[in-house]
């Protein structure tokens, strides 16, 4: 019913680190599996990290290591702790299903730049 709110975003150098956090609704939490997506201006939007209902955890190849995705069932809330940010890592961020509804927030625009 509601749109998924995206926080935490915003200009880091590289190497530094973020929080983001996404206010979802009942509807994206209900799903087998929640993640985070991305998507660079001019390119697919994609997906970065997932985790399902009984907890497995599964990220895309380039940001193993670095981020941290975990969620909070209670309040609806899915996190991503995000350390040693590249440049490749600007994007704007998105939390939804996997695969997705198209209950689409607005983002959070993480920018990595020096």
């Known amino acids: 019913q509601v749109h998924p709110v995206e926080s935490g975003g915003g200009l880091v150098q590289p190497g530094g680190s973020l929080r983001l956090s996404c206010a979802a609704s009942?509807?994206?939490?209900?799903?087998?599996?929640t993640g985070w997506y991305r998507q660079a201006p001019g390119k697919q939007r994609e997906l970065v990290a997932l985790?399902?209902?009984?907890?497995?955890?599964h990220y895309e190849d380039s940001v193993k290591g670095r981020f941290t995705i975990s969620r909070d069932n209670a309040k609806n809330t899915l996190y991503l702790q995000m350390n040693s940010l590249k440049p490749e890592d600007t994007a704007v961020y998105y939390c939804?299903?996997?695969?997705?509804?198209?209950?689409w927030g607005q983002g959070t625009q993480v920018t990595v730049s020096s």
């Open positions: 985790i399902t209902s009984t907890g497995r955890i």
């Open positions: 939804n299903a996997q695969p997705p509804n198209n209950s």
């Open positions: 009942g509807s994206i939490f209900s799903a087998y599996a």
